[in-house]
């Protein structure tokens, strides 16, 4: 573990376990998105899912 003023910062770990953390939240995602439709709730198009982002992003940096 690397450490700058003495709080942790980085970890170095085997990319197998990397990859094995990335896609149990993947599946947590997917399953928490599938509950959120399940129970009719709102959706959002990729387009506007974009540009909210984008714009937030944007804001950000002015």
Do not use: K
């Not at 709080?7 to 993947?26: G, K, N, Q, S």
């Not at 399953?31 to 909210?52: F, Y």
């Amino acid at each position: 573990m690397s450490t700058r003023n003495g709080a942790p910062v980085a970890a170095v770990v085997p990319i197998t376990d990397f990859e094995a953390l990335e896609e149990a939240a993947d599946v947590m995602l997917a399953r928490e998105a599938e509950a959120v439709l399940a129970d009719g709730g709102p959706t959002v198009s990729m387009a506007d899912l974009l540009a909210d982002l984008f714009s937030e992003r944007d804001e950000g940096a002015a």
